[in-house]
């Protein structure tokens, strides 16, 4: 089983590799396909009902997009716009981006933790990579749609959430409006911006996977977990958030000051009001959960063996109170 995972895990790295390293769009198309054949077996298990239909959901609207990209791709020689827009829409819909943000939330709630950091992190390079490719004056209004679209749903749909796979789903679709703004400013800064979403949302996902949690209630209620958990937790939120001074908000400050320099200021003010949106479900979750004490038990001095492994992922959520300044010069 192990060897399977590793063998199917090397052929996504290779496809993702092929697609974003591709000259062409065959081969992007391609590499694609490789990613997605080895992304399914991945995710799907005969012993979950859940994962199986999420893989099956997933299959089905990533061939959906590959298909439009096969379609688009030989219209290059005949209209420039036409087959921009439809490989814009197609590599959109196979990121998650809203209006075609459909299928993310179900997919993510079927899926294991480590599956999930798959999908949230690994699976969007390939489609976020080929986007930048594509030439920003056909599909600059498409962009600033998806834009709004993206900072507006993430922010509404994740407000009524306490399912914590839910909540990462939409917090994704978000962070894909701030992505894509960063993308039609540079190229470095949509990196720079998916480089920290990775990291932060990884060592979120992580923290739930070692404490076997998919409900806010299972994080806060543990009574045989560390007592660190529940503010780590909660500040862990915060900072996937972007606030201040934590490490989500490095990113979106950049981000922020360069648009303000574009004069893209209509955009601007759609994230902000989101990301205030976003925290506010964050902390309309957390702090009740946080002041509600679960029942007492008695500590013991020996950090629970899980619980230790997270304390180096969880270390990159507060690299914001140590290094801004660092981080503000070399860039």
Same mark, same amino acid.
């Given at each position: 089983?192990?060897?399977?995972?590793?063998?199917?895990?090397?052929?996504?790295?290779?496809?993702?590799?092929?697609?974003?390293? #591709?000259?062409?769009?065959?081969?992007?198309?391609?590499?694609?396909?490789?990613?997605?054949?080895?992304?399914? &077996?991945?995710?799907?298990?005969?012993?979950?009902?859940?994962?199986?239909?999420? %893989?099956?959901?997933?299959? +089905?609207?990533?061939?959906?997009?590959?298909?439009?990209?096969?379609?688009?791709?030989?219209?290059?020689?005949?209209?420039?716009?036409?087959?921009? $827009?439809?490989?814009? +829409?197609?590599?959109?819909?196979?990121?998650?981006?809203?209006?075609?943000?459909?299928?993310? &939330?179900?997919?993510?709630?079927?899926?294991?933790?480590?599956?999930?950091?798959? +999908?949230?992190?690994?699976?969007?390079?390939?489609?976020? #990579?080929?986007?930048? =490719?594509?030439?920003?004056?056909?599909? =600059?209004? *498409?962009?600033?749609?998806?834009? /709004?679209?993206? /900072? !507006?749903?993430?922010?509404?749909?994740?407000?009524?959430?306490?399912?914590?796979?839910? *909540?990462? /789903?939409?917090?994704?679709?978000?962070?894909?409006?701030?992505?894509?703004? /960063?993308?039609?400013?540079?190229?470095?800064?949509?990196?720079? =911006?998916?480089?920290?979403?990775?990291? *932060?949302?990884?060592?979120? %996902?992580?923290?739930?996977?070692?404490?076997?949690?998919?409900? $806010?209630?299972?994080?806060?209620?543990?009574?045989?977990?560390?007592?660190?958990?529940?503010?780590?937790?909660?500040?862990?939120?915060?900072?996937?958030?972007?606030?201040?001074?934590?490490?989500?908000? $490095?990113?979106?400050?950049?981000? *922020?000051?360069? +648009? %303000?320099?574009?004069?893209?200021?209509?955009?601007?003010?759609?994230? !902000?009001?989101?990301?205030?949106?976003?925290?506010?479900?964050?902390?309309?979750?957390?702090?009740?959960?946080?002041? $509600?004490?679960?029942?007492?038990?008695?500590?013991?001095?020996?950090?629970?063996?899980?619980?230790?492994?997270?304390?180096?992922?969880?270390?990159?959520?507060?690299?914001? !109170?140590?290094?801004?300044?660092?981080?503000?010069?070399?860039?």
């Amino acid at each position: 089983m192990i060897s399977s995972s590793i063998l199917f895990f090397s052929t996504l790295l290779l496809g993702m590799t092929l697609a974003v390293s #591709s000259s062409s769009w065959f081969g992007a198309w391609i590499g694609l396909e490789l990613n997605l054949l080895s992304f399914i &077996p991945i995710i799907s298990h005969k012993d979950s009902q859940y994962a199986s239909e999420a %893989a099956l959901k997933y299959f +089905l609207i990533q061939a959906l997009g590959s298909s439009i990209i096969v379609m688009a791709a030989p219209m290059f020689m005949t209209s420039q716009l036409q087959a921009n $827009i439809l490989i814009c +829409l197609a590599l959109l819909l196979k990121a998650g981006a809203a209006p075609f943000h459909f299928w993310f &939330p179900t997919v993510m709630e079927g899926l294991k933790w480590p599956q999930l950091i798959l +999908l949230m992190t690994a699976q969007k390079v390939a489609p976020m #990579s080929l986007l930048s =490719y594509l030439d920003f004056s056909f599909i =600059y209004p *498409i962009l600033t749609s998806s834009i /709004a679209l993206s /900072a !507006l749903v993430g922010a509404a749909g994740g407000i009524n959430q306490t399912l914590l796979r839910k *909540i990462l /789903a939409y917090s994704s679709i978000n962070h894909m409006a701030w992505m894509i703004s /960063a993308m039609i400013i540079s190229e470095n800064s949509w990196l720079m =911006y998916f480089l920290f979403y990775c990291i *932060i949302s990884s060592s979120i %996902a992580l923290l739930f996977y070692f404490q076997q949690a998919y409900h $806010i209630s299972h994080v806060f209620n543990q009574t045989g977990s560390s007592p660190f958990i529940k503010p780590l937790v909660f500040l862990s939120l915060l900072s996937l958030g972007g606030l201040p001074p934590f490490t989500g908000f $490095i990113p979106k400050w950049l981000i *922020i000051q360069e +648009l %303000a320099s574009a004069g893209m200021f209509i955009i601007l003010a759609i994230l !902000l009001s989101s990301a205030l949106l976003t925290l506010y479900y964050y902390l309309r979750v957390s702090i009740p959960a946080f002041l $509600i004490s679960s029942p007492s038990t008695k500590w013991v001095s020996k950090m629970h063996p899980q619980t230790s492994y997270t304390f180096l992922f969880l270390f990159t959520n507060f690299l914001g !109170l140590f290094f801004p300044s660092l981080v503000i010069m070399i860039t």
